[in-house]
């Protein structure tokens, strides 16, 4: 039986801030009592970003980036999460709090074969399930070997198949999804298309947003099996590189920026509009100013955010022409961190 909400109110109220954010996570039932009761005081929550997980291109390990702080170190040493032996893991994919973990130049394994090069995106609401699902969607191929052949068709196709892994069943299963609306394109035609935007998602309100190679952005539907392209917010994005990314009202789409093309910009994409989907621009920001001061040749170690733990090679590995075996020699990590310049926290 269910308590009543007064009752369930003065119950969450016993609980600390980080306890009625758990609560509120729970159900939609849950969330409207502490949103119509206003349990969490916004005074008493964290104001700050507290760093940022990144991976470098080439790289197997994922760095955090943060402001100096007080409080111990954040170590991105992940190797704990799996048996040994020891290796390199990175942080290939999040979603609400869950990260996806994949050892050093390792690939998800399927039942089937997929054909084609695909990237991982984890689908989670804890809010609707204490499930997840893994969903593998295809990336548009940058170059064709000589020896490959390629029929003019249709990208994506009409109905797109994607191996799906559900952790309530604790499987693999191949879904089909219908497409809404025209294609992106045809293939080959777009083979080639800049390989700038690898791995850029967004889940927003039960939909799953891949941004493929700068070109559109799909947009996934899980619970009716649907799938759409939206276009990118500029008609010719020519060498722009975007990043795809959620936000408190919704799916954004940030351009970085250039030497060419010193500007910032970011569009919030509207789906309410007289029934149709547009990006609609936020921000217009030139930085032309500050060019001259970033510095692409060394790294800069003192500044208001630094890495906790750069150039950090817990692993390495010596090999021997006469010998196939190989040692692993277990180094202690570089850390450099200088935060006596900063007495601030963050």
């Not at 070997?145 to 892994?165: A, G, H, N």
């Not at 889940?203 to 891949?210: N, P, T």
């Amino acid at each position: 039986m269910a308590l009543p909400d007064d009752v369930l109110a003065a119950v969450l109220r016993r609980l600390p801030p980080r306890g009625i954010a758990a609560s509120r996570c729970v159900c939609k039932e849950w969330r409207s009592l502490v949103d119509g009761r206003r349990l969490l005081r916004a005074d008493l929550l964290p104001l700050s970003l507290a760093g940022i997980l990144l991976n470098y291109d080439s790289t197997w390990f994922t760095q955090f980036l943060s402001r100096p702080t007080a409080a111990a170190a954040v170590s991105c040493r992940l190797d704990y999460t799996v048996p040994p032996p020891p290796a390199y893991i990175y942080v290939k994919d999040h979603c609400n709090g869950l990260l996806l973990l994949l050892r050093e130049e390792c690939r998800l394994v399927v039942p089937w074969a997929v054909g084609c090069n695909e990237n991982e995106y984890l689908v989670f609401d804890p809010t609707r399930s204490p499930n997840y699902e893994l969903f593998m969607v295809p990336k548009v191929p940058y170059k064709l070997r000589e020896e490959e052949e390629c029929e003019e068709c249709e990208w994506p196709p009409s109905t797109l198949i994607l191996p799906v892994f559900s952790s309530k069943t604790g499987s693999w299963e191949e879904r089909a999804f219908d497409r809404e609306g025209d294609a992106a394109g045809t293939l080959p035609a777009m083979v080639g298309s800049t390989p700038f935007c690898d791995h850029q998602c967004g889940y927003w309100r039960g939909a799953l947003y891949v941004c493929f190679s700068d070109c559109f952005v799909m947009r996934i539907s899980p619970s009716d099996n649907k799938y759409r392209v939206i276009r990118m917010p500029t008609e010719d994005p020519g060498d722009t590189q975007f990043y795809l990314g959620k936000s408190n009202n919704g799916i954004y789409c940030a351009s970085l920026p250039s030497f060419l093309r010193p500007q910032i910009l970011v569009w919030f994409l509207n789906e309410r509009y007289c029934g149709q989907t547009v990006w609609v621009l936020k921000h217009d920001m030139d930085i032309s100013h500050i060019l001259p001061n970033l510095n692409y040749d060394e790294q800069q170690r003192d500044g208001p955010w630094v890495l906790q733990h750069y150039n950090y090679r817990p692993f390495n590995f010596n090999y021997d022409d006469d010998d196939d075996d190989e040692d692993d020699v277990e180094l202690e990590p570089i850390v450099e961190e200088k935060f006596e310049k900063f007495e601030w926290d963050s």
